[in-house]
Structures are given as structure tokens and as C-alpha cells.
């Protein structure tokens, strides 16, 4: 891996590189990235991860260790920075100056409207005391020269964080008496003057869209957990309007408009869209007749007028215009409906409806504003599907007409680019057993079948626990929890939802006996080697949901160009997932197990070998019997 990174900078191709778990690719990158600045010390080398637990596994542990090295080897020791999003850090600001109405009713001014419940009072007062804790720890992080990073925070709530930070377009600028001892300045800073940034996929997908201007220059580029892009950068692309964001900056902007009659329409528009959404069906609006439009449009027209009475140095009417703002770029990004972009109607239980827009694809804006920028490596243990790197690439902006090398170039004019299979220390035909329940019904989208609850208990009866169960609804894993509460009463079963996930995850390391059941959170945020993890359950292939705006619409898109939209869109997601769920059972060599998918269609349908050929090469069977008796030995029963 290492080799190839490094001819990859010396050539300028493109890599994808996919490092199966256990390899320690992460020092394969770091090795030619430090050699590479040893050898250019003006130079700089960015990466990018999708999670904040990767970012600090590399500040904490791979970077040091690798900067020893390369020190031992070179007799230099290379510069090297955590670069984050503006809300990650304290805005000194908001934070010491305490603006906002609604800081001051946290912290007791107007405390509460008349009539609210006492359970609401007790939210704000616990609220308020965190904001209280983190101002005074502001102030200490000034004090110190420290970082005034989130991470290093008192315990608090997002509500509270909200309350010492800022959203990039409220921030004042060169204009803030804070400027020159800033959190986030210094942190850019910083990055500036290092060689080694490590940043995250959101930030890189905002330095795209912001012409490049959020990110240092650099050399070349690294892309970690690179499965995983397209959804973070579609997610940084994505914009949200609610009725409650929009009457909650009218009432923001309420008190500082001279226009009585402004201000009163401006409010009125939150109920405005509230009625248009409850009368809107849940799904993809494409009908520029739909009732939604003229609401946004208006929306629109009065937020554009807000910004411009609003204009002025105070801080307080530049910040409520910079939300004022937002809220007239959503809503006419959304009154558009461009046919690059899918807009839907979505529901929660707690917020009610709201509207989104998506972009519809985003591998052009990472092809014309990343790839063609800079030589750039992605690498991840999941980038091959259904057995090469075809959908992945494409996924990412490297097209099918660009030079594969090593192929016969169709057009030798696009991009260059090579991919690499590294392999993995395990032997996953000697190590795992993939059982797949051929005889049990299709699943149904109305919940588990009594079958599958049987086979589940009987599985997990046969492993004595030491269970990781992956469910495709929440519904689902707590079904299958009380079932084999019921059945196997002697056994301990986590549920997702019954405790924080890092509580849940933290008693299923420390009692191996135990068994956590739980949805999407766990198919790729769970590290758990050894005897506490012998058993993977798969209740069903993880296809996305058939009415998901989003990817139907891209499903759709692809069936248009001629391509198939299922292979394309939900098989390769659920390629992906499968991918990154089954791999939860082998994570050292000395791992042994069983990965059993109780879902018949990953052997009886067509697609089912474009799936299996994602999955680590575990030996297979559609034998139960195998399978647990395979359990039972490795379990000593």
C-alpha cells in the first residue's frame, strides 16, 4: 500500500486502495505522506476521515507514532494540525459577550413564556447551567492558549453547545472584537503553517463548494473511510426549512425590524408552511404547481427583504441577517426545483414535517472541484462491490471513459487513475462461517417473521450468547430482543435505545456472555474483537427504503442514462452495508465465528452473488446444522 501511495505522488494517478481491516493502513498512508514532506518541507499533505473517532485515533496514537518513526529515520520531525468545522469550536463572542435573547432567557432573564409546563423549566434550567459551565470554561481555554475544541468541553447538551458556538454565516469576522485570539482563526492558522492536516469529508466537501477557499493549499490528498464520502459530502450539500426555523429566526429578527408589517408576515410564514406541509404528501415534489412552491417563494421574497433592512455593523443585526440569509438561500434553492437537486417532504415523530434538498448527485462536484484539483488517495476496508471498484469509482466522480491503468483507456483525456486490493492478515474461509437461513421465507416489510425469530433464539442459544445482532428497523431488533428474553431467560440482551449506545456497547465488551441487537449505528460503529463477538446476525439484505426520495430519484436518473438504477443505487448500498456488517465478526487474527444472514434472497436472487462478492470470503454454507454446531464448539457447549 505504501508503495503504491508513494509512486501514486510521483505519477499524479489517482489511487483507491482498499486495506481490508487489520492492515494498518493508516500507517500505510502516513509512511509515504511523511516521506514525501521530508523530502518537500514546504510542502503539505491533507487527510480526510469521515468519523471523529478515526480523526482522533490519528491525533492521539498514528500520527504520533509515525512522527517518531519518520524522526528516528530522518532526524526531522514534520509539523502536524486537526483541522474542524467552525461549530466544533467555542465562539468566544457569543461565549463571553452572552448575546442573544434566547442565551439570556437559559441563564434566567425572561426565563419562560407564561404557561409553559415545569417539565419544560427544568430542561432550560439544566440547559442554562451547562451554558454556564461551558462560558466559564471558555474563559479558562482563553486563559490557558488552549484550543476551545468541543471534544475538551464539560460534559453538555447540543442545546448548550448551541449557546457558546456559531454557525459559519452568523460569524462576524475581521469585524469581531475577538478576531485576533479566535478559536477557530487559530486553528486555521494552525493548519497554515503544518504540513500534516488532518480534517474531515464535510469539511472537504465544503472547501469544494466554497471554491477551495476553506482548506490550506496542498500537495496531495488522502481520503479515509472513503466508503463513506459520498453519503458525508451529499449530507454537507443537503439543506433542510422547517417551520419552527423559520419563526424562530422571524422572532430573532423580530425585535431589531423597523418594519412592523415585515416582521408580522415574516412570523406568519412559519404557520404558512406548516399548513402546506401537513396538506403535502411525504415524497419527492418535482410539480412546480405544487402548493409548497408559492410558500417558499414568499418565504423567499420576505426573507430577502428582512436581509436588507437588517444591514448595519451592530453585531446583533449582523448575526440575525446572516440567519435571515440562510433561510433565503434554502428557500430559494428549494422554490427552483432544479432538476440537479431532489427535493421531499420528511417526517419526524417529535419535529413533525419539514422539507430537504439534496443534491441528486455529487460526483461531478468531487470530480471538477477535488479529483481534478489534486492527486488524491481513497482508501477503505470496503471499496470493492459485487468484486471491483466499478461502482465506487463512479460514485466519487473517476468515470468509466477515464484511463483505468493497466486497462485499454477508452479515452485517454480523462482522468488517470489506478485501484489496489491489498488484501487482509486474516484468512477470513479459515476464521468465519457465512450461514445463510435458505429455507426460511423472504422477509416481510411488516415486521420480523416468527421464523426468523425462531432461528435467531436457536442461533444464539448455540453461541451462549456473544451475539451482535443487525437489524434493518429498529422494530426489528426490539422484537427479536423480547423473543429471546422470552426464550433464553438465563441469557442477557442489550436492545439499541435501552441505554446510550456507548453504555450498550461498553457491557457488551465487558460481559461476553451478553448479546446487543440493535440497527444501522452498529453495522459500522462497532469494534469488538475477540470471544464477546462469535456470532453476526443480518436479518435482511439493508436495501434502502423503496419510497426514499433521494435514492429513488438517483435509482431513476440511472434507469433514464440507460443504466440499471437498482444495481446501481440500492444493491450497492446494501453491498456496502453488508460489507461493513459482516466484517464486525473478524477483527484479529485470532477471531473465529459466524456471520449468518437470515435473508434467502442473498442466495435465491440474481443479485445475490453481486452481494455475497462484497462480504469477506468466509466459507459458506445454507446448513443450520453447521452452522451451530460450529457455534456450539466455539462456545464450548
Known amino acids: 500500500m505504501a508503495r503504491a501511495i508513494e509512486h501514486a505522488f510521483d505519477t499524479g494517478e489517482h489511487l483507491l486502495v482498499q486495506a481490508g481491516t487489520g492492515t494498518g493502513k493508516s500507517l500505510g498512508y502516513l509512511a509515504p505522506a511523511l516521506a514525501h514532506l521530508h523530502e518537500n518541507p514546504r510542502g503539505r499533505v491533507i487527510v480526510a476521515t469521515a468519523t471523529l473517532a478515526l480523526q482522533a485515533q490519528l491525533a492521539n496514537s498514528d500520527i504520533p507514532a509515525a512522527l517518531d518513526?519518520?524522526?528516528?529515520?530522518?532526524?526531522?520531525?514534520?509539523?502536524?494540525?486537526?483541522?474542524?468545522?467552525?461549530?466544533?469550536?467555542?465562539?468566544?463572542?457569543?461565549?463571553?459577550?452572552?448575546?442573544?435573547?434566547?442565551?439570556?432567557s437559559l441563564l434566567g432573564g425572561e426565563v419562560l413564556a407564561e404557561g409553559l409546563r415545569s417539565a419544560k423549566a427544568d430542561t432550560a434550567s439544566v440547559i442554562g447551567a451547562e451554558v454556564v459551565a461551558l462560558r466559564e470554561w471558555v474563559q479558562t481555554e482563553l486563559d490557558a492558549d488552549g484550543a476551545g475544541d468541543r471534544d475538551d468541553a464539560p460534559t453538555h447538551t447540543a442545546a448548550a453547545w448551541a449557546q457558546?458556538?456559531?454557525?459559519?454565516r452568523e460569524c462576524l469576522g475581521q469585524q469581531c472584537a475577538f478576531f485576533e485570539a479566535c478559536f477557530v482563526e487559530r486553528s486555521r492558522e494552525t493548519a497554515r503553517n503544518s504540513q500534516l492536516v488532518v480534517t474531515n469529508h464535510a469539511l472537504l466537501a465544503i472547501d469544494a463548494?466554497?471554491?477551495?477557499?476553506?482548506?490550506?493549499?496542498?500537495?496531495?490528498l488522502v481520503i479515509d473511510e472513503a466508503h463513506e464520502l459520498t453519503s458525508r459530502v451529499t449530507g454537507a450539500a443537503s439543506h433542510e426549512l422547517s417551520p419552527q426555523q423559520v419563526e424562530r429566526v422571524a422572532r430573532?429578527?423580530?425585535?431589531?425590524?423597523?418594519?412592523?408589517?415585515?416582521?408580522v408576515e415574516f412570523l406568519d410564514l412559519g404557520d404558512a408552511l406548516q399548513q402546506a406541509l401537513d396538506e403535502a404528501p411525504l415524497e419527492r415534489i418535482e410539480d412546480p404547481d405544487s402548493p409548497l412552491i408559492p410558500v417558499l417563494q414568499r418565504i423567499r421574497e420576505v426573507s430577502?427583504?428582512?436581509?436588507?433592512?437588517?444591514?448595519g455593523d451592530d453585531p446583533d443585526r449582523k448575526q440575525a441577517a446572516a440567519a435571515a440569509k440562510e433561510v433565503f438561500d434554502v428557500a430559494e434553492a428549494m422554490a427552483a426545483l432544479k432538476p440537479t437537486d431532489v427535493l421531499w417532504v420528511s417526517e419526524r415523530e417529535r419535529?413533525?414535517?419539514?422539507?430537504?434538498?439534496?443534491?441528486?448527485?455529487?460526483?461531478g462536484l468531487l470530480r471538477e472541484r477535488v479529483l481534478s484539483n489534486t492527486t488524491t488517495v481513497l482508501t477503505s476496508a470496503?471499496?470493492?462491490?459485487?468484486?471491483?471498484f466499478e461502482s465506487i469509482a463512479s460514485s466519487v466522480g473517476l468515470a468509466r471513459g477515464d484511463r483505468l491503468l493497466d486497462t485499454e483507456p477508452e479515452d485517454p483525456t480523462g482522468l488517470e487513475w489506478r485501484a489496489l486490493d491489498v488484501g487482509s492478515p486474516f484468512d477470513y474461509a479459515r476464521q468465519g462461517i457465512l450461514y445463510v437461513a435458505q429455507h426460511l421465507p423472504n422477509p416481510r416489510r411488516d415486521g420480523i417473521t416468527p421464523e426468523a425469530l425462531a432461528e435467531v433464539a436457536e442461533l444464539v442459544w448455540a453461541a451462549g450468547g456473544r451475539t451482535l445482532g443487525l437489524f434493518a428497523s429498529q422494530r426489528n431488533a426490539e422484537a427479536a430482543a423480547r423473543h429471546c428474553r422470552a426464550e433464553l431467560p438465563k441469557m442477557t440482551f442489550l436492545c439499541q435505545g435501552d441505554a446510550q449506545l456507548s453504555e450498550l456497547t461498553r457491557r457488551f465488551i465487558d460481559e461476553p456472555a451478553t448479546s446487543l441487537f440493535g440497527t444501522l449505528s452498529l453495522w459500522q460503529g462497532v469494534d469488538v474483537p475477540g470471544e464477546t463477538c462469535q456470532l453476526v446476525i443480518i436479518d435482511k439484505i439493508?436495501?434502502?427504503?423503496?419510497?426514499?426520495?433521494?435514492?429513488?430519484?438517483?435509482?431513476?436518473s440511472v434507469a433514464q442514462s440507460g443504466g440499471n438504477g437498482f444495481m446501481a443505487v440500492a444493491a450497492t448500498h446494501a453491498a456496502l452495508l453488508l460489507a461493513q456488517g459482516s466484517g464486525r465478526l473478524i477483527r484479529r487474527l485470532s477471531d473465529r465465528g459466524v456471520v449468518a444472514v437470515l435473508d434467502p434472497r442473498l442466495r435465491t436472487a440474481r443479485y445475490g452473488s453481486f452481494l455475497r462478492a462484497s462480504m469477506p470470503g468466509f466459507w459458506s454454507t445454507t446448513d443450520r446444522e453447521v452452522a451451530v454446531n460450529a457455534l456450539r464448539r466455539l462456545g464450548g457447549g
Request: charged residues 25%; glycine residues 8%; negative net charge.
Open 542 to 556: 439493508p436495501f434502502p427504503r423503496p419510497d426514499e426520495p433521494l435514492l429513488q430519484a438517483r435509482q431513476q
Open 164 to 168: 457558546v458556538s456559531v454557525p459559519v
Open 209 to 220: 463548494m466554497h471554491g477551495n477557499s476553506v482548506l490550506p493549499e496542498h500537495d496531495f
Open 304 to 311: 430577502r427583504a428582512v436581509v436588507s433592512e437588517l444591514k
Open 382 to 388: 470496503t471499496l470493492k462491490l459485487g468484486g471491483d
Open 69 to 104: 518513526a519518520a524522526e528516528k529515520v530522518t532526524g526531522r520531525r514534520a509539523t502536524a494540525a486537526i483541522l474542524k468545522g467552525r461549530t466544533n469550536y467555542a465562539c468566544l463572542h457569543r461565549a463571553i459577550e452572552g448575546t442573544g435573547a434566547e442565551q439570556d
Open 351 to 363: 419535529f413533525g414535517r419539514w422539507l430537504v434538498v439534496a443534491p441528486l448527485d455529487v460526483a
Open 252 to 263: 430573532r429578527c423580530l425585535p431589531l425590524l423597523d418594519d412592523d408589517d415585515l416582521a
